[in-house]
């Protein structure tokens, strides 16, 4: 019942992963949270299992108008699958301003302590809460914030047992997503794909911290950055998602040097959704 931008199956798989995968080895954190849905299905994964772990939210918790954010909550509440549910929203509560905070908290209060907010940019932030055992990185708008989040949380990952969740993996305007989890193909092991756009990945090894500047794409040429995509194409083959990986390669051609999603206005020809 909360608003979320994430299909019903990502939704599931979200609790699935904190319920049946996690064992409290670290922290559940969740990049770019917007009105809490995503850390809801965190947190109620652990609340299910009995855990005691803490899911970090992380967002800028902001709105450029409440009207349409009230708006959109309304027509969220009027589709499948909110309407079917068998219990009332929690409302709206009023808010001044463009601070969406108040409206996170309201919404994720049924869980209690088990969540931590952090507004701000991601990229600004600092984390001193020790191993990260999931990572849900769904914020990953432009090249630079992708890699400034990598080099803050990467660092923390167990290896052998984190799994990061990419959630914008085949979103046609994010390819740099895709790319870096190529460079980084030693480290990670493509594990799941989830309909319609997230891939996770299992942490196998210690990472270097050169490595990841290696894996920073705001330097590389469209060249190289398609070269990336046609490797963790074969790399993801078994999920059969090549024409979504195809369409990754197309964007960037149609898109020269973009490396913000919001420059990627040319979609690629013979895809449209």
């Avoid at 990572?135 to 890699?147: C, E, F, G, R, Y």
């Avoid at 070269?227 to 998602?241: D, E, P, W």
Wanted: charged share 20%; aromatic share 10%.
């Amino acid at each position: 019942m909360i608003p979320t931008m994430i299909s019903q199956a990502e939704q599931a798989f979200y609790v699935w992963l904190t319920r049946e995968c996690c064992a409290d080895l670290g922290a559940v954190v969740d990049l770019g949270a917007f009105a809490g849905g995503s850390t809801a299905c965190l947190a109620e994964g652990l609340r299910q299992a009995g855990r005691k772990q803490i899911v970090h939210g992380y967002d800028k918790f902001l709105v450029n108008d409440f009207n349409v954010f009230r708006r959109r909550y309304h027509t969220y509440l009027a589709d499948l699958p909110a309407r079917d549910a068998d219990f009332p929203p929690r409302g709206l509560p009023e808010i001044q301003g463009d601070d969406l905070l108040p409206v996170v908290r309201h919404f994720l209060a049924p869980w209690g302590d088990r969540i931590v907010l952090h507004k701000g940019l991601i990229e600004d932030q600092t984390w001193q809460a020790g191993p990260v055992e999931l990572l849900v990185m769904d914020a990953s708008k432009t090249a630079k914030s992708m890699h400034e989040m990598s080099r803050l949380f990467f660092p923390h990952l167990i290896a052998g047992r984190s799994i990061v969740v990419q959630q914008d993996f085949l979103w046609w305007q994010q390819p740099w997503i895709a790319a870096q989890m190529a460079v980084l193909s030693d480290y990670f092991e493509p594990i799941a794909h989830v309909a319609p756009m997230s891939v996770s990945f299992l942490y196998t090894k210690h990472m270097p911290p050169e490595m990841l500047e290696q894996a920073n794409i705001v330097t590389m040429t469209d060249d190289q950055l398609v070269g990336h995509l046609r490797a963790m194409k074969q790399s993801v083959k078994r999920f059969r998602i090549d024409r979504l990986m195809r369409r990754l390669i197309s964007a960037v051609r149609a898109n020269p040097e973009a490396r913000q999603a919001f420059h990627f206005r040319n979609r690629p020809d013979g895809f449209f959704t």
